[in-house]
């Protein structure tokens, strides 16, 4: 039997293959630090604080963003069967959302969604994208293609602020740099590190081998952590980056539980449009995880904003999977929550 239920008229089957795609979405380590509620007139997006890394992510902010990432998935695979996701963040308030008491998100029925030609890119890309470590092809991204990428996370409330010139491309580079020193001087988070990634043999989550990428050299212009565990995939001397990568900071108006899952949202939006258009990315969290070298970040950026992930984009070429847990392990017992609701959002 389906361990399943059905809900917002989908069947079991349906809600399977939409829990199935939620759980595509990125994540920290690929901790999959999510799980959900299935009643029968709604999904309950939920953080599994088991899945923190209190070393790397003490404030769970990438918690929240992963939770929005996923957020952003189940919304697309609802609307791929023509349920319009009528979306509650933070149903029973702030302080319930961050202590797990409450739910990340609520998605109830919301009318019909119609099908477009946008949709289906989109839905095909979550099972398609990739975080790709490995060097790009050495073409640079074309202006129209930022473009769009720039638009993907102003649709989800987001802002894609693109570093431009030498200057500045050299000051966020030493930026990630000093913040990736500062980490691998921390031994709380080189155990996390050693936890999750560098995998080999079978597993649910955490960041196998194979997906690890090139083992780090020193003449990397950006700095990508070392998820190889000493064994990486390409180990060949010499492998050179792209030199004018894409680097984007993915920025939030606002800052706070309820504007990362709105970023995680704003952030997996520029993901998967970026793999529509053939793009591939890597991240470079390091800058964005050490308080002070993010508050340095905002000054190199002159902004007001808040940053919340830093993304190198380019044309890459195929890399391997990552593991997910299987949908029965991410199911919380149907019982039913007191329900009150503030910004409701349904999408245009
Ligand atoms: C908030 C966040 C921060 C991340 N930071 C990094 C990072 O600094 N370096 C990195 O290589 N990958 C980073 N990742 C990517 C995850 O490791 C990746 O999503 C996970 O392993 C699952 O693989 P997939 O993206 O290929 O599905 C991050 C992902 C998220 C959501």
Request: proline share 9%; with cysteine.
């Amino acid at each position: 039997m389906n361990p399943v239920p059905a809900a917002l008229g989908l069947s079991a089957t349906d809600i399977t293959g939409v829990l199935e795609a939620a759980s595509l979405a990125p994540s920290l380590h690929n901790s999959q630090p999510w799980r959900f509620r299935i009643l029968p007139d709604q999904i309950e997006l939920h953080a599994d604080l088991a899945r923190s890394l209190p070393a790397t992510d003490p404030e769970q902010r990438e918690l929240r963003l992963s939770g929005g990432a996923a957020l952003l998935n189940l919304r697309l695979a609802l609307q791929a069967k023509e349920v319009r996701p009528l979306v509650t963040l933070l149903p029973n308030g702030y302080r319930a959302g961050v202590d797990g008491s409450g739910a990340l998100a609520v998605v109830r029925y919301g009318g019909h969604a119609r099908q477009s030609p946008e949709l289906t890119g989109l839905v095909q890309a979550v099972r398609t994208r990739r975080t790709n470590r490995r060097p790009f092809i050495d073409a640079p991204v074309p202006v129209s293609h930022r473009g769009q990428l720039l638009r993907a996370a102003e649709s989800e409330r987001g802002w894609l602020y693109a570093l431009s010139g030498r200057d500045q491309h050299a000051a966020v580079r030493d930026l990630v740099v000093g913040a990736h020193r500062e980490q691998l001087a921390n031994p709380d988070f080189l155990a996390e590190l050693a936890a999750w990634t560098g995998r080999e043999g079978a597993h649910w989550d955490g960041v196998p081998v194979s997906a690890g990428g090139p083992q780090p050299e020193p003449q990397d212009e950006w700095v990508l952590r070392d998820f190889t565990a000493g064994r990486g995939h390409i180990r060949t001397a010499g492998k050179d980056f792209e030199s004018e990568p894409l680097i984007v900071v993915l920025c939030s108006f606002h800052e706070g539980p309820l504007a990362e899952l709105q970023a995680g949202q704003a952030l997996q939006q520029v993901l998967l449009t970026a793999t529509t258009l053939g793009l591939s990315a890597s991240f470079l969290s390091q800058a964005i995880e050490v308080p002070h070298i993010r508050a340095k970040l905002r000054r190199a950026l002159e902004t007001t904003l808040e940053p919340q992930a830093i993304l190198r984009i380019g044309f890459g070429s195929p890399v391997p999977a990552t593991p997910r847990r299987p949908v029965a392990d991410l199911l919380l017992p149907q019982v039913t929550p007191p329900a009150h609701s503030q910004f409701d959002r349904s999408p245009t």
